[in-house]
């Protein structure tokens, strides 16, 4: 089994549309969860945090179960600007962190 | 804003050579990484550097090696390049102290020919 996996995609939405992503991990004492953005050929960038009470930022909401030992990404009112594949990334339990494979995301208009 | 710089972005090189990558980031990180990023195998970290000198295998070190002689630079070394290390090759840095987010570089699309 995957440290980190996460549905390759890709998912094709309209624009306006609400998406949803999970993640799974598999080190149940993994304390730090993030949010990636990678564009294409370009390189990953920092979305957001995942914190244990859930968090939002604008129009995305990350959340985090730790019973389930998943995490979610909400992306509402898309925009073609949200085109990306959004990689999920957890600590491996010591100071290093392990990523998804990423999970790919088409706007369309 | 964090700042870490690739040497290059395209680099294109024979078998059996050797390699060198550059990275320098200016946000005065304790820590240093060097990933490859192929398709559908996701990030895949090669090694990393906790400080000067110090350095750890990551997950596929063979192949590579790395020095960190000062603090901003980490460099990424391929002894004798194969084929199979044609990749996206991708430097991070973090600050040190529990589990930081990284700062990527703009990446080095690395060909062996």
């Known amino acids: 089994r995957k440290e980190v996996e996460q549905d390759p995609g890709p998912f094709n939405v309209p624009e306006g549309a609400t998406v949803a992503f999970n993640c799974t991990y598999s080190n149940s004492a993994s304390q730090s969860f993030f949010w990636y953005r990678q564009d294409c050929r370009k390189e990953p960038k920092l979305l957001m945090s995942?914190?244990?009470s859930g968090n939002e930022d604008g129009r995305f909401t990350a959340q985090l179960n730790r019973a389930s030992q998943y995490i979610s990404l909400l992306i509402r009112d898309s925009k073609l600007s949200d085109s990306a594949t959004y990689l999920c990334v957890v600590d491996n339990a010591g100071n290093m962190l392990t990523f998804g494979g990423g999970t790919r995301l088409m706007v369309k208009p | 804003d964090v700042k870490v710089t690739q040497s290059s972005r395209y680099l294109v090189k024979r078998t059996g050579e050797k390699v060198f990558l550059e990275c320098v980031q200016d946000?005065?990180?304790?820590?240093m990484f060097w990933y490859r990023q192929d398709p559908g195998l996701g990030l895949r970290l090669i090694y990393f550097?906790?400080?000067?000198?110090?350095?750890e295998k990551g997950d596929i070190p063979e192949g590579y090696s790395v020095s960190r002689e000062k603090k901003e630079r980490f460099s990424l070394i391929l002894e004798s390049a194969s084929t199979n290390q044609t990749s996206m090759y991708l430097c991070a840095s973090s600050l040190l102290g529990g589990v930081q987010p990284q700062h990527f570089g703009d990446g080095t699309r690395l060909s062996i020919l």
């Open positions: 946000m005065d990180h304790e820590n």
């Open positions: 550097s906790y400080d000067v000198k110090m350095k």
């Open positions: 995942v914190y244990s």
